[in-house]
Nanobody, 125 residues
Framework: QVQLVESGGGLVQPGGSLRLSCAAS????????MSWYRQAPGKERELVAQ????????NYEDSVKGRFTISRDNAKKLLYLQMTSLKPEDTAVYYC??????????????????WGQGTQVTVSS
C-alpha cells in the first residue's frame, strides 16, 4: 500500500533552517509529481512547493520563494524540503502529497490521492 512518511520537523529559531524528508513506498515514485503543503492553526491548508516527476520543474508559493527548495531522489524514493531563513509565520504542520494523475503536476488539492501524516515545524525564539 502507498505510504508517505514525513520527518525532520522541530523547533527552530527565526532565521534558522530545517530539512524535511518524505519517504515514499508502495508506488512507482518516479512516475508522479509530488508536493509539500502546510497548515497553520486556524488556517486552510496551502500549497508550499511542487516538483515534477523528474525533478526538473518546481513551483513555489510566493512567500517561500528564495527561502525554500523542494527536491527529490527518485532512486531512494525520497522527497525533500530545505527551508532556510525561517520565520514565525512558517510555523505549521507540513505534509507531503502524491499527485494522482501520472506524468504531470497537480492543479489543485482534489488531484492528490495520498498524504503523509504531517510533521510539525515551529519557528519561535
Amino acid at each position: 500500500q502507498v505510504q508517505l512518511v514525513e520527518s525532520g520537523g522541530g523547533l527552530v529559531q527565526p532565521g534558522g533552517s530545517l530539512r524535511l524528508s518524505c519517504a515514499a513506498s508502495g508506488f512507482t515514485f518516479s512516475t508522479y509529481a509530488m508536493s509539500w503543503y502546510r497548515q497553520a492553526p486556524g488556517k486552510e491548508r496551502e500549497l508550499v512547493a511542487q516538483i515534477t516527476r523528474t525533478g526538473a520543474g518546481t513551483n513555489y508559493e510566493d512567500s517561500v520563494k528564495g527561502r525554500f527548495t523542494i527536491s527529490r531522489d527518485n532512486a531512494k524514493k525520497l522527497l525533500y524540503l530545505q527551508m532556510t531563513s525561517l520565520k514565525p509565520e512558517d510555523t505549521a504542520v507540513y505534509y507531503c502529497a502524491k499527485c494522482q494523475p501520472p506524468f504531470r503536476l497537480c492543479q489543485g488539492q482534489d488531484e492528490y490521492d495520498y498524504w503523509g501524516q504531517g510533521t510539525q515545524v515551529t519557528v519561535s525564539s
